[in-house]
């Protein structure tokens, strides 16, 4: 519920505009969440007549340049492009480092960037190690917006779930698969907690708490077998028969396998101690309660 997530948060210093470039499944609930606290928040799609569009953004098309007037805060949502180069700068770099009200420039990355570390814990002074192609492109895009000197902030994220997103969708489509990799493990996050942690570190950011990176995961990296029954539970679904991962390879689009080559732990104490943010969703059973109880309401 929004209300769960603003009531942790302060405002954002009156007369701010945060201007989120792809709008998609966080950018969405971000942008919510900055208008509940009362700013002024502008969202992009690759269309207009998708749903809230505020403007348009196309990494193919010409962008009005316009749309940074009296941008204070600016976060881009937006994966590479396969040239390794990030949309949103290719574009807009030179307007942005002439924008001078900037208080804060988020990057939403994802802690892929760490690669393999056969299921060791990783934080953000753990050296980034991409094995994949499409984490040296994000790496890539991390490194060319610290290199501006903006006020960038970079939050890496595991996999993002929520409302509409999760574990439930599968198993009600029966599409779900039971892939047994033991000792494999998933890092995942609540996108209302992305929302939160978003809002929380721009405020933390102007009081000279500033990290350059963050990694913004919950609190317990789990076996996928673990999430799907626990969701079954709930959903009083069956469970489909585990298939060992040896097997289910063979089927698995390449994107799917590139992500069980990987097994890493994401630490959050960096948000979660030293910078003080409270998950609303600490795990998946937190997590997958709330979106069963968004699945029923639709
Ligand atoms: N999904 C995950 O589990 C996961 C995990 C870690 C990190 N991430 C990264 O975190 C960020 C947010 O994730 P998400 O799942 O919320 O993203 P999402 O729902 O896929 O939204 C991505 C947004 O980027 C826009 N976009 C994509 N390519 C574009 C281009 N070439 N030019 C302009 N706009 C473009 C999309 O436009 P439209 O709205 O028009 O489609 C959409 O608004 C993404 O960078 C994602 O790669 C995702």
């Known amino acids: 519920m929004i209300k769960d997530i603003v009531k942790q948060l302060d405002p954002l210093p009156p007369k701010s505009k945060l201007i989120i470039f792809g709008g998609g499944f ?5 942008a919510s969440v900055g208008r509940h606290l009362g700013s002024q928040v502008l969202c992009s799609r690759r269309e207009k007549n998708s749903a809230g569009a505020d403007f348009v953004f196309d990494s193919d ?5 316009d749309i940074l007037n009296g941008a204070t805060h600016v976060l881009s949502c937006i994966p590479p492009l396969l040239s390794g180069e990030d949309p949103v700068l290719n ?7 002439n924008s001078k009200n900037l208080k804060w420039v988020g990057y939403l990355s994802t802690t892929g960037v760490y690669g393999d ?5 990783v934080n953000e002074n753990t050296s980034p190690n991409p094995q994949q192609e499409r984490s040296v492109r994000r790496f890539a895009c991390e490194k060319q917006w610290l290199e501006t000197n903006l006020p960038v902030q970079i939050l890496r994220l595991p996999g993002i779930y929520g409302p509409g997103r999760s574990a439930f969708e599968s198993l009600l489509k029966g599409t779900t698969k039971m892939v047994d990799k033991p000792g494999q493990v998933f890092s995942r996050i609540h996108v ?3 929302a939160g942690a978003v809002l929380f570190l721009i405020n933390l950011y102007s009081q000279g708490k500033n990290p350059s990176v963050v990694n913004v995961a919950d609190n317990l990296p789990t076996n996928n077998l673990e999430v799907i029954a626990f969701a079954a539970k709930i959903a009083k679904k069956s469970l489909p028969s585990k298939v060992p991962f040896e097997i289910a390879k063979e089927t698995m689009s390449p994107m799917a396998l590139s992500f069980w080559q990987e097994n890493r732990k994401i630490d959050n104490k960096l948000l979660c101690k030293t910078l ?6 600490p795990n998946f059973k937190s ?6 109880s968004q699945l029923k309401m639709n």
Do not use: H
Request: with cysteine; net charge positive; glycine share 10%.
């Open 26 to 30: 966080s950018g969405q609930r971000i």
């Open 61 to 65: 098309k010409e962008v009005s340049i």
């Open 91 to 97: 574009q807009l770099k030179t307007q942005l480092l």
């Open 117 to 121: 570390t056969k299921g060791e814990w």
């Open 192 to 194: 209302d907690d992305i």
């Open 276 to 281: 003080g943010y409270s998950l609303i969703y």
């Open 287 to 292: 997590g997958l309660k709330n979106c069963f």
